[in-house]
């Protein structure tokens, strides 16, 4: 048993031969939550999930419950599947306030239970809103010492967000899965225009392709279905920005400026707000806080939570303070467009180059 990567993972869904022990982790959170579920379809069947699925969420995990469940019996089938979802073990409180803590006592019953999957259980933990990695590189400590007793055990697989061109990879092959080709260029359009949430673009691809029957989607499909927002594109500029992206912040912020319903004062309001976002999902991860945290501490509408999520998966490696002087720069922005008499598209331009001048 060890580490495998998202294409051995697949292998083993595929082949059916789904056993012992699994932790699902990474940044690109809908992958995650995709593959927790094709592992649950796997291994219980349709109409049984009343007693042979067991979901279990990390927050006051009832120990003695889960080692119930995993040691459990399936009914009428071969496997039963137990799930944990966003179980973190560092302080509670820094990341789920209200958590009972881990005491050494439960800490050795969660061992003594991933240690001893039965052969009849399948055993998924799997993060759906929570960064195990604490905004760094690697899981840590404590959580890294549960991840590495799975991966003695049991299988580890950590899935991270996709380049925006395998990302359109993915779109063109799941356009395909449902009977209707897409370019490359319309795969691209609509990873934009859905900043690139895998969440959203998979919603608005059943769309597609249902209004194409089975014919090819083209941009002129995307452009016609699919809403083209300003607030989407300069949160896909922002993004650009922080990760000091020079061509496609530029290409992103022509498309924007020639849009007539554009106006620079508009973009410089939608982008100081995207920015923010940013900021405020650095300085979270900084602190071992999660998404729930997030949307309720800043007031956030359920609405805009792939914001968020996008957010949280965008600034890993982004450093704290060059986001700090991006929102100091749009400040500045701000200021010179509403006292100076220079053309306000050429300031924000100014602004973009400054930020990306690292």
């Given at each position: ?56 969420e990390g927050k006051d995990i009832d120990t003695d419950g889960l080692s ?140 597609l392709t249902s209004y194409a029957d089975g014919k090819s989607i083209d ?71 999660g998404l729930p945290e997030i949307m309720k501490d800043f007031g956030y ?58």
């Amino acid at each position: 048993m060890a580490s495998v990567n998202e294409k051995e993972l697949t292998r083993i869904i595929k082949s059916g031969e789904l056993s012992g022990v699994y932790y699902l982790y990474g940044t690109d959170l809908y992958s995650v939550e995709k593959y927790k579920r094709e592992m649950v379809k796997r291994t219980v069947k349709a109409g049984d999930e009343t007693y042979n699925l067991h979901e279990f969420e990390g927050k006051d995990i009832d120990t003695d419950g889960l080692s119930e469940a995993v040691d459990g019996f399936p009914m009428f089938a071969d496997k039963l599947c137990v799930t944990v979802c966003d179980l973190d073990l560092e302080e509670e409180t820094k990341q789920r306030p209200g958590h009972r803590k881990l005491d050494e006592t439960r800490m050795k019953q969660l061992t003594e239970t991933v240690s001893n999957v039965p052969d009849t259980t399948v055993l998924i933990f799997y993060t759906a809103n929570i960064n195990v990695c604490g905004g760094k590189k690697y899981p840590t400590p404590k959580n890294k010492k549960l991840i590495d007793l799975v991966a003695k055990k049991g299988t580890v697989c950590e899935i991270n967000v996709k380049s925006r061109s395998e990302s359109v990879r993915i779109i063109c092959a799941e356009s395909s899965k449902r009977g209707s080709a897409m370019d490359d260029k319309a795969a691209g359009l609509l990873f934009d225009r859905c900043c690139s949430n895998m969440t959203m673009i998979m919603n608005e691809l059943d769309k597609l392709t249902s209004y194409a029957d089975g014919k090819s989607i083209d941009v002129h499909t995307v452009e016609l279905l699919t809403p083209d927002s300003g607030d989407a594109k300069s949160y896909s500029l922002a993004d650009a920005v922080a990760a000091g992206n020079m061509n496609r912040s530029m290409e992103l912020f022509r498309e924007l400026i020639n849009d007539p319903e554009n106006t620079p004062v508009y973009l410089l309001y939608v982008l100081t707000g995207s920015m923010n976002d940013l900021y405020r999902a650095r300085l979270a991860l900084d602190y071992n806080h999660g998404l729930p945290e997030i949307m309720k501490d800043f007031g956030y509408s359920p609405s805009v939570e792939f914001r968020v999520k996008n957010a949280l998966s965008s600034v890993r490696r982004t450093d704290i303070r060059h986001l700090r002087k991006c929102l100091e720069i749009l400040a500045k922005a701000d200021i010179d467009m509403k006292s100076s008499g220079a053309d306000p598209a050429v300031i924000l331009e100014k602004a973009i180059v400054e930020m990306l001048a690292r």
